[in-house]
């Protein structure tokens, strides 16, 4: 089945606790993409990458970290997690990088900063 | 300044009800997109327009792009098209997206 997949589904950890959140597809997408989505806000872009070690910083890439060592990988790494950063975290990623193909996103992981 | 305006923030309707959702923006744009979410939080990519209109369904899109604006239709609503509808557009030659805040819809059977 062709999916983005994400992990944890749901994190609970404490503040300056470095974690990864990973995302992978099968489906040999080159565009992939992080969102963070807070109440009132909509989703907001984190980091994206167009390819193979390409990536480039979103709207709100500070206290975040990616790399896309391989096409279908695309970790996103909190190097020293503050409560702000408490949000619903979505990876996507696309055919194209024009998302002309649509978008397939993963199931989301709820991480919460205490 | 939100450059993506969707208007209703939230609707109520009745089963089977005529649904209009519509996005707003307020820069040139060489693509917007339409995607549902659902309440257990899963998105899903609808649409994406440049012109024209587009239909699968019972969903229907439609974009003007003189006036910079577009619609969601939802023919013979159901309550399992309860969801949040998001519109985000791509702007010029930037292949990131600016994104609606979204719309709460809900289907009462």
């Known amino acids: 089945e062709a999916q983005v997949t994400q992990n944890p589904r749901y994190l609970i950890t404490v503040t300056g606790k470095k974690l990864t959140v990973t995302c992978s597809q099968n489906m040999n997408h080159e565009y992939m993409s992080w969102y963070r989505q807070d109440p009132g806000l909509g989703l907001r872009q984190i980091y994206y990458s167009m390819n193979v070690e390409v990536t480039d910083k979103g709207d709100v890439p500070e206290g975040y970290k990616v790399s896309r060592k391989e096409k279908r990988n695309f970790p996103l790494i909190l190097e020293s997690p503050s409560p702000n950063q408490t949000s619903l975290y979505f990876c996507a990623s696309s055919p194209s990088q024009t998302g002309s193909d649509g978008y397939t996103f993963g199931s989301g992981t709820r991480l919460t900063v205490v | 300044k939100n450059e993506v305006e969707q208007s209703p923030q939230n609707l109520t309707a009745q089963e089977g009800e005529f649904i209009t959702i519509n996005c707003s923006y307020s820069?040139?744009?060489?693509?917007l997109h339409w995607l549902q979410q659902h309440p257990g939080g899963g998105i899903v990519s609808l649409f994406m327009?440049?012109?024209?209109?587009k239909k699968h369904g019972r969903l229907i899109a439609t974009i003007n792009i003189q006036e910079k604006h577009s619609s969601l239709h939802i023919t013979a609503s159901h309550p399992r098209d309860s969801a949040v509808y998001i519109c985000?557009?791509?702007?010029?030659?930037?292949?990131?997206?600016?994104w609606g805040a979204g719309t709460k819809l809900i289907i009462k059977p």
């Open positions: 820069v040139g744009i060489s693509a």
């Open positions: 985000a557009v791509r702007w010029g030659g930037n292949y990131q997206l600016i």
């Open positions: 327009l440049s012109s024209g209109k």
